[in-house]
C-alpha cells in the first residue's frame, strides 16, 4: 500500500491508537508496523482473530503482556555458547512466568467446548516452569545472587562473613582502648574494599598500618591497622572466589536456558503476536466496532459507518454503497458539510479492514479488498517547488493515474479545484471518465455542476450529497445517495442578510438552464425531505402496531391460562364436595346397620336421619352457584349477534354466542373448550373485545382495552422450588405486576429451612422498584408469606 495514501487518510493514528492497547514493547513495535495487506485469506484469518480476541475480553476481561521483552539478542548469545548476565536471565523468567499466565487464561471453562482460532497459539506456549523457577531461585535482583544458589556461594559468603566479624571485633577493641584519643572519629569505615580506621594526621606514628586515602583537608588518614591487614586479605580473597563462584552459577542457568532455546524463541514470538492480537480486539471494544464481511468483487457497502479519529458524540454515522449499481460516487454539498469526512471514512475503514481490524460501523457492513489503495486529498500547496494548490494535486494525480486498476480504490477530493471553474470542470469529467472506463472504484468530492449532470447522465456513475439545514445554516453530515447537492449560496446569503436585490442580480448572472438545474434539484431534495417523513411515520405506525399486536398475543395466552386454571380448580372443589359427601353417606350406612343389630330406639334413628339431612342440604349449598344478578335488560334474539362477548349467569364465565336462539330461546355459547346450550335469558353482553386471531380487534364501545392489570395474579406461589428457580421466575413476574400498577402482591415461599426465604429477600433488597417487603401477618400466612409494596 502506498505510503502516501497512508498519510493522507491518517492510518498513522489508527496505528498509535492500536499502539496504545498493546501492553508489551515488542507487541507495541508490531502494532506500529501493522500494515494493510492485499490477501483476502489472511484479511479474513486476523479477522477472526480480533473477533475471538473481542469475544475472550468479554468473558474474561482483560489481559497483561507487560513482562514480555525482546530476548532475541540473549537467545543469539545462547546459540554461540555464552553466558548470559543476570538481567538477561531474569526476563527469561520474566517472559516464561507471563507465558504460564497468559496459557492458563487461554484454557477454556468447563462449560466452553467450542474452541476459537487463538487455541493453537495459546497451546504453543511452553511455560518452562522448572527453568523460570530455579532462575528465581538463584538470582533475587539484576545485582544480587541468592546465597543459595550454590554450597560454594553460600560457603564463601559465610566465610566472609565470619572475616568481616572478627575484623569489627578487632577494631572495635582498638577503638575502645589506648587509640581512642588518636582517632578523629569513633567509627570502622571502608576504602577500596578494605576496613580502615579514620586517624588524626599529627598521631600517624601512633597508629601502625597502611594508609589507604586522606581527607580532603589532610587533616585525617584513613589507616587498615597491621593486626587486620591479614584478615582484610582474606575478605578480598573471598571475594575473588565469590565472583567467580556467580559467573559458574551464571553458566550453569545459561546452559540450562540453552537446552531451550526454540522454545523460549516460540514463546517470544507467541506473546508478541498474542499481545498484537489483543491490542486489536480491545481497540475493537473502544471504537464499538464490529468485524466486515469482505469480497474481492469491488462491493463496499457501509452500515452507520462511523469516522475512527472523530470523537464518538460529535461523529454521524452514514451509509455508503459503492460497486453494485455504479461504480463511480460524485459526492457535493456545501463546505463543511462531510464530504471530505465521508471520503476519508471510506478509505480509512477499507485499510483497517485489511489491517485485520473491526471497523466502527453495524453488523453485516462490507468491504472490498483492494491491492492498492490511491488518495487525493487536502492542499498540498509545496512553495519550495514552485507547486499551486493545482498542480500539486495533478502533480499526484498524474503519479498514480496509470497505475490504478480494477482491484484499485481511488479517492479525490474537490477535484478540477484551483484553477478556472470551466477548465477545472471538464479535465474532472475526462479523468472520472478514463477510471469509469476502465472499471476503476472511484469517489469524488466537487462543487462543480457539470459533474452532478455528468452523473445524472451516465450509466455506472451515481451523485450523493451531504445534507444542509438551511434554516440553521448547519450541516447535518449526513450522506445521501442518490440525490445531488443543491447550491445553497443564494438561500444562505438570504439568511445572512444578503439584500434582495443583490441576489436577484446575482441570479440574472447565472444561465436559464443552471437556474433550471437548481429548481429540479431544490424540488428533489423537498420530495426527498417528504418521503423521509412519510417513511418515518410509517415505521413509528409498524412498530405500534407490533406491540399491539404482542400485546394481544400475551393477553389471548393469559385468558387460557385462566380458564385452565378455573376449570382444574373446579374439578378439585367438585371432587373434594363429593369425597366428603360420600364419607358421610358410608359412615351413615354403617349406623343405621348398627341401629338394626342393636334395637336403637326411634328417637335416635330420627336424629341421624336431620342430621343426614343436614348434611346433604350443606353438600349441595357448596355445589350450588349463586345466582348472579339479573340484568336489567332482557336480551331479545336480535340482539345477539354470532361470536358476540357474553357472560353466562349461571356458570359464571365468559363465553362467545356460537349460534343463533331457537323458537324457545336456547342457544349455543363456547366457554374456551366447552360448548354448552343455555337460555338467552341466562346471558348478558359484555364490553370486552373478542379475539379470534392474531388482528386487533375493538369493544362495542370503540376502545382498546389493555389487559395486563387482569392477567396478572396478586399472588405467586413458589413452593418446593430452589433459590434460582424462584428468583428467575418472581423476575418476570414482579416486571409484570409492577407495569399492572398493581400496589402490592404476595410470595408463597412456606417457612421450611427458611433458605428460599431468605433468597428470596435478598433477590427483592436489590430491586429500584420494590419499596418495602415484609413477612405476612398472623393468619394471613405468618413466615410462610412475604407481601412486597411497588413504589408508586
Known sequence: MNERALRVLEYDKIRTKLASHATSGPGRRKCMELEPSPDINEIKRMQQETTDAVSRLFRKGSISFGNTKNIGPSLKRLDVGSALSMTELL????????????????????????GDSLDAIFDLLEPLTPLSTEIRRCILSEDEVADDASPALKNIRRQIQVCGDRIHSTLNQMMNGPLRASLQDAVITMRDGRYCLPVKAENRGSVPGMVHDQSSTGATLFIEPMAVVKLNNDIRELEIKEKKEIEVILANLSNEAAGHIEDLEYDMQNMTELDFIFARGALSLEMNASQPLLNTEGRISLRKARHPLIEKHRVVPIDIRLGTD????????PNTGGKTVSLKTVGLLTLMGQSGLHIPALDRSELAVFSEVYADIGDEQSIEQSLSTFSSHMTNIVSFLDKADRNSLVLFDELGAGTDPTEGAALAIAILSYLHGKGIRTMATTHYSELKI???????????????????LRPTYRLLIGVPGKSNAFAISRKLGLPDYIIDSAKQQISEQDESFEDVLTSLEQNRIQMENDRRAIQYEKEQLAKREKELENRVRNLEQQKEKIIRKANEDAHSILQEAKDYADQTMKDFRRFGKNAINSGEMERKRNALRKQMNKTESKLALKPAERPKKE??????????????????????????????????????????????????LVDEPVITSKQLSRTSTGKVRMAKAMSVSPEINVLGKTVDEAVAELDKYLDDAYIAHLNSVRIIHGKGTGKL???????????????????AEYGEGDAGVTIVNFKK
Not at 436489590?766 to 413477612?775: A, D, G, N, W
Open 635 to 684: 336480551l331479545k334474539p336480535s340482539d345477539l349477534q354470532l361470536g358476540d362477548s357474553v357472560h353466562v349467569l349461571s356458570l359464571n364465565l365468559n363465553g362467545t354466542v356460537s349460534s343463533h336462539p331457537d323458537s324457545k330461546g336456547y342457544l349455543f355459547v363456547r366457554c374456551g373448550i366447552i360448548r354448552t346450550k343455555v337460555h338467552i335469558s341466562d346471558l348478558e
Open 326 to 333: 455504479f461504480d463511480l460516487l460524485i459526492v457535493t454539498g
Open 91 to 114: 526476563n527469561i523468567a520474566g517472559l516464561l512466568e507471563n507465558a504460564a499466565r497468559v496459557k492458563a487464561y487461554g484454557r477454556h471453562e468447563n462449560n466452553e467446548t467450542e
Open 757 to 775: 426465604r431468605k433468597g428470596i429477600h435478598d433477590y427483592l433488597r436489590r430491586q429500584k422498584h420494590v419499596e418495602s417487603y415484609h413477612l
Open 454 to 472: 455528468f452523473a445524472l447522465s451516465t450509466p455506472g456513475v451515481e451523485n450523493a450529497s451531504c445534507e444542509f439545514n438551511v434554516e440553521t
